[in-house]
């Protein structure tokens, strides 16, 4: 059984399921050769009992993996069920997503729910605007990117080495951020946020013994940036 076949059966049940890989997986990657990876429903995909990371691979969907950051790619994964009213629990434990090169916003993941990521790295992914807005509303979140109403908590992680137009490592408009002894290095942006961008009333950032570090952008904020009454909190985070 494939993570996508998995993932698919795990979006057609009732209630919330539990993903685990089978110990020979240690150490292993899937590269995605049919699309990004897309979750409907609660689910855990949980990696760590392998005692070792498992890695997701979305270079397969790039036509030249070689030139990038290009767009010709797909993201790792989309996270969304489609109804806005609500939020469904998704946890991604002991995974490595890499690769993802997509034209739009959220190069590794793009969230519309409440998202827990544990013990996991988010790497080498870019977002990548056609033609960049003024706005930034396009090729937002190398790393991570939050639709409006959803929340991210990453906990004993690494968002890293991410590109992107605005918020390289993690893009939240009108969303919630909440990173626990996690790590942002070495993300890259073209304009603002290298590290992390939020942006509106209802966006926040909530950093607790955390590091925001050697990002870089071109324009505001090379470690984050908080714009249009964004609500910005640190606690012991360098």
Do not use: C, Y
């Amino acid at each position: 059984l494939s993570l996508r076949e998995a993932i698919g059966l795990a979006n057609g049940s009732i209630g919330p399921d539990v993903i685990r890989f089978a110990s020979n997986l240690l150490g292993k990657t899937t590269r995605l050769t049919f699309g990004e990876l897309h979750i409907v429903d609660e689910v855990e995909i949980e990696a760590a009992t392998l005692g070792g990371p498992f890695t997701i691979d979305s270079s397969g969907n790039d036509a030249d993996p070689l030139a990038r950051p290009s767009g010709d790619g797909s993201r790792v994964m989309t996270i969304d069920d489609g109804d806005a009213s609500s939020l469904i629990d998704v946890e991604l434990v002991g995974l490595q997503l890499v690769g993802g090169d997509v034209l739009g916003n959220g190069g590794g993941i793009l969230n519309a729910e409440n998202l827990t990521l544990e013990t996991s790295t988010v790497a080498q992914n870019a977002a990548v605007a056609e033609t960049p807005t003024s706005d930034g509303s396009v090729g937002a979140g190398g790393g991570i990117a939050l639709v409006e109403g959803a929340t991210v908590t990453v906990d004993r992680s690494t968002v890293d080495h991410n590109q992107a137009e605005v918020g390289a490592g993690i893009a939240a408009e009108d969303a919630m951020v909440v990173l626990h002894n996690s790590t942002l290095s070495a993300n890259n942006s073209a304009r603002d946020g290298g590290g992390v961008w939020v942006r509106g009333a209802a966006a926040a950032l909530d950093a607790r013994h955390s590091t925001i570090a050697d990002n870089f952008t071109a324009g505001a904020g090379g470690g984050l940036f908080g714009d249009q009454g964004a609500t910005l909190s640190l606690d012991h985070t360098i």
